[in-house]
Structures are given as structure tokens and as C-alpha cells.
């Protein structure tokens, strides 16, 4: 006779049905069963049919001296913006303008291929130029720079794959247009507002809480909203959000069938052709920093059907059409044609030459064009109305990845860190800045100490200023910058009426638009 423990012989049924049943414990094992541990819990099936969770990945033997670096974050795909990105800071109003209050934010990215094997000084001083090594030695010594959430001591350190890193830093945004937003329609699946013209539709590059996304969720309680599409900063009119998950995916798929209509209006220079006007000139974009594009035979193809409504005089209004969705596709079609929008603070620019871009004559590099435009603007003191500052122009080429730049980067607008640009589904959305919104997000909320999340006094009151406490490392509190006035930020040019399968929504035209108004 064998002795031990008998191995149990369950049934054929139950071995047909492939289910697994635990054997009885040892005899010897006299103690309670914990909760969960009973034998009625282990024979009844899982309902939610989820395997058990994995175990810990260990930690792999490290040679002598080699740095250990933890794995990845798991990604938390959704709708990112809350309550915590929502009390980052608050608003004042001052002289037609909303305001920003400074406020510390951190920037923070997973190392990117190119950067594996390269020391952090050099990836600093090669593609995060915004700011001199100096700056980037003082934020580590003042405990800035974190890798794998240690404070970094030596920026001498070499990267390697799964490196997180976080940088924070004290955060200043442009002013914009102190007009409200106005809700224009609201029902269980969609809100539709009418955007004053320079904001941003969502986070980018220098706005965060100065945007359409932000406002919404600040000051009306409209939180987890889905674009549907974008108009560019300095664009105002119509503009939509879905609710929920799948009346976006139903909306994208209209956009997809080509099934919704897009009108603007617009004021431009000199008397525009009576007739209709077709432009179909291809568009390339020159600069995704700065945000500017023009017409080349190497562009996406494009067609824009224009429509002369008045002409005062001076200037035209004039109804756009859009078939097709490129990079500011309506204001490069107008200029063009010989009529760029009146006050375009790109595309009726001195920079363009004598003809102002008419036919493609240009007769300048994009290099030689990029740096007229910027020295013109720089000149004017209104750089802000671009949306960049002298700090982007100071980093490196046209990278993506570091959230510098003004209307351009593609740039994770949660957390700082890079984002796949989307396709196009707006001529007149800032397409080489867009990010979708619900976009997937590794990282939860920062958890800084108290004094980094305060800038002063929040008291709170319209038109005061507070938090005035300066950043001892910020370049921005040391730096003294002339407003906008609030003129500047107004764009003649408007998202009239957006129409799709089974809705149609409209706002009313612009004062500038109508046909005795005068500049």
C-alpha cells in the first residue's frame, strides 16, 4: 500500500467542464478559513471572469553600481482635467483682460528613446533651451528635478529606458480677452458655446487654465467634455463638445463621412470679387512654434468656396466655406487671394512683403519669413499675441516634446509631457497644437508642498492682483511685459454656424461684421 496524502479523483463531469477546483487542505491544517477563503468561495466561478492579479514584478539583480529604474506607470485612459488641475490657481480681471495667477506646475515625461544613454545636462542643453544650464543646475540644488521621483543631485546622470523624470516650475500664461464664454445650447449629450476669441480651445503649450476646457470647468461646472472639434486661438464662434464617450465616437464618424457643414465670416482687406471664389492651393505648414503655414505645391491638398456678403469701402465681410480642414486653410486661402483678414496678426503681416503673401509671392525663406514675422511682432512689443515669448524663441528647432511653445506644441495637456498629434477635423483649430482631450494619462496629480503651492495671498477678488510673492529662479517674475490691449486679441474671424446629420447650431454675427460698421 502507497501512504501520503491521496490525490482527490473529482468526477468526469467536472474534468469535461475544464473547472478548476482546489483540493481540500491537509488534514493537519485544522485553522479557520480567513474571508474569501471558505469552500463555497472557491468552487463558485468568477462573474467578472478576471484572473487573479499578478504578482510584483521583482527587482532584477543589479551589477555594482548600476541604477535601478522602476517599471512604468500603468496608463489611466480618460478624460483627464478634475478638481486638483482645476485649483491650481485662480483668475483676476484687469483692464478688459482675464489673468492668470503664477502658479507651480510640473512638467513631467518618461524618457524618450533618443535621450537613452545621454546624460540629463545634455539632454537639458540640447532640446529643453528655453532656459540657460544654470537655471536647470539651480532647480536641482533647489530640489526641482526629480528622476524616478529622487531628488536629482547630479545632472551628470546618465538616462535609461523608463526614466521619469519631473521638472517643476512656476508657471505664468497669457492674458486673454476678459469675454465671457456664452453657453449657446445644452442637452445630456452635448454643450455648444460661443468662444471669444483668444483663447485656446484646450491646454497648450503657454495656456492651461486660460482656455475654453478650463473656464468651462471652473466657472460653470462643465467637467469631462469631449471635443468634437477646435477652432484656432484667435478664432471665436461656434464651438462643441460632446458629453460622453459615444457621442463623440458618433459625431467623429460624421466627420469622417464628410456629413457636417462649417461656415465662418470674416472682415478683409479691399474689395473681395462679387462671384464666388474657389481656392484649392495646397497648404504646408513652415513653423509648428511659431504657427505659421503658406502655399506650396509640396502642402495638403485643400478647397475653400468663399462668398462676398458686404463691402464697406474699405473692407469686405466675407462667408467661408470650408470642405476640407488644414492649418489655418482659411486664413492662408485669403491671403492668397489678395485679401487677408483685416487685423490677421500672422497672415497681414509687413514680413510677407510688399504683396503680403498674394499668389505665393513671398520672396523669402521660411527661415528668413519665420524671423521677419517674429522681429516685427518683437518690435510692436506684442509677441503675447502669438502666444509665444522670448523664452520658446531661445529653445531648440521646432521639438515637440518639451511644451515650450505658444499655439504649437503637441504636448500633453495635462501633465507637460508629448502627445501624438490628431488629425485634422478643423481648417481654422489649431491643428500643430491640438491634443485630443480625453487623451490617455500616466501620471496622477502632483503632490508638491505647501510652499510650492502657494504664490502669495489667494484673496480671491476680481481686478487684484495678489500672490505677488516672486519665484527666486522664475524669469518671468523678473521680466516686465507690456498687456495686449483687448482689441489686439479680437481676430475678425468667426465660426458662424456648425451642422451635422441631426443638429445645426448658430450664433449671432460679430458686430465687426456688420455691413455700415467702420474700423
Known amino acids: 500500500m502507497r501512504h501520503g496524502v491521496r490525490r482527490a479523483v ?3 463531469w467536472v474534468r469535461a467542464a475544464g473547472i478548476r477546483v482546489r483540493p481540500p487542505p491537509p488534514r493537519g491544517d485544522m485553522a479557520e478559513p480567513g474571508p474569501g477563503t471558505g469552500r463555497a468561495r472557491e468552487e463558485e466561478p468568477d462573474p467578472a471572469g478576471k484572473e487573479e492579479a499578478a504578482p510584483a514584478p521583482k527587482k532584477r539583480r543589479l551589477a555594482g553600481g ?3 529604474v522602476p517599471p512604468p506607470r500603468k496608463l489611466n485612459p480618460g478624460v483627464s482635467f478634475g478638481a486638483e488641475h482645476f485649483a491650481e490657481t485662480s483668475y483676476y480681471f484687469e483692464g478688459g483682460l482675464r489673468k492668470v495667477r503664477p502658479y507651480y506646475f510640473d512638467f513631467r515625461t518618461y524618457c524618450k528613446g533618443r535621450w537613452v544613454g545621454r546624460s540629463l545636462l545634455h539632454v537639458f542643453g540640447t532640446e529643453f533651451r528655453a532656459q540657460p544650464l544654470s537655471y536647470y543646475r539651480a532647480a536641482a540644488r533647489a530640489g ?19 526614466d521619469f523624470l519631473r521638472n517643476t516650475v512656476h508657471r505664468h500664461e497669457p492674458p486673454v480677452t476678459a469675454q465671457p464664454i456664452r453657453i449657446l445650447a445644452e442637452d445630456e449629450e452635448v454643450v455648444v458655446v460661443d468662444k471669444p476669441s483668444s483663447l485656446p480651445v484646450h491646454p497648450c503649450g503657454r495656456f492651461r487654465h486660460n482656455t475654453v476646457i478650463f473656464i468651462l470647468g471652473k466657472e460653470h461646472g462643465l467637467r469631462e467634455l469631449h471635443t468634437l472639434h477646435r477652432l484656432d486661438r484667435m478664432t471665436s464662434g461656434v464651438l462643441m463638445f460632446a458629453k460622453t464617450a459615444a457621442v463623440s465616437k458618433r459625431i467623429d464618424e460624421q466627420v469622417r463621412q464628410r456629413q457636417l457643414e462649417k461656415e465662418y465670416v470674416c472682415r478683409v482687406v479691399g474689395e473681395f470679387p462679387e462671384h464666388e471664389v474657389v481656392c484649392e492651393e495646397p497648404i504646408l505648414v513652415v513653423s509648428y512654434k511659431v504657427g505659421v503655414c503658406r502655399v506650396d505645391a509640396k502642402g495638403k491638398p485643400c478647397q475653400t468656396l468663399f462668398q462676398r456678403l458686404s463691402y464697406n469701402g474699405s473692407s469686405s465681410v466675407v462667408r467661408c466655406l470650408p470642405r476640407t480642414g488644414r492649418t489655418h486653410q482659411i486664413r492662408v486661402h485669403l491671403q492668397f487671394l489678395g485679401h487677408p483678414i483685416l487685423n490677421d496678426p500672422i497672415y497681414n503681416m509687413e514680413a510677407w512683403g510688399p504683396d503680403r503673401g498674394k499668389g505665393g509671392r513671398i520672396g523669402k525663406t521660411d527661415e528668413e519669413l519665420l524671423k521677419a514675422l517674429v522681429e516685427e511682432h518683437r518690435s510692436k512689443q506684442s509677441l503675447e499675441i502669438l502666444g509665444i515669448g522670448e523664452e520658446d524663441l531661445n529653445s531648440a ?4 516634446d518639451c511644451g515650450n511653445s505658444g499655439d504649437c506644441t503637441k504636448s500633453d495637456p495635462v501633465n507637460g509631457s508629448s502627445c501624438p498629434a490628431e488629425d485634422e477635423k478643423d481648417p481654422e483649430r489649431n491643428d500643430v497644437a491640438a491634443c485630443p482631450l480625453n487623451i490617455d494619462t500616466n501620471l496622477e496629480p502632483p503632490d508638491k508642498d505647501k510652499e510650492l503651492r502657494l504664490c502669495g495671498n489667494q484673496d480671491g477678488q476680481a481686478g487684484e ?15 516686465s511685459r507690456r498687456d495686449p490691449s483687448p482689441k489686439e486679441l479680437v481676430m475678425f474671424l468667426h465660426a458662424l454656424r456648425y451642422k451635422g446629420a441631426d443638429f445645426e447650431y448658430c450664433s449671432s454675427m460679430p458686430e465687426w461684421a456688420m455691413e455700415d460698421w467702420q474700423e
Open 66 to 68: 548600476e541604477r535601478y
Open 397 to 400: 528647432g521646432e521639438s515637440k
Open 465 to 479: 492682483k495678489g500672490w505677488d510673492e516672486k519665484d527666486p529662479l522664475c524669469v518671468e517674475c523678473r521680466t
Open 144 to 162: 526641482r528635478l526629480r528622476l524616478n521621483e529622487e531628488p536629482v543631485s547630479d545632472l551628470d546622470i546618465v538616462l535609461k529606458n523608463n
Open 10 to 12: 473529482w468526477p468526469a
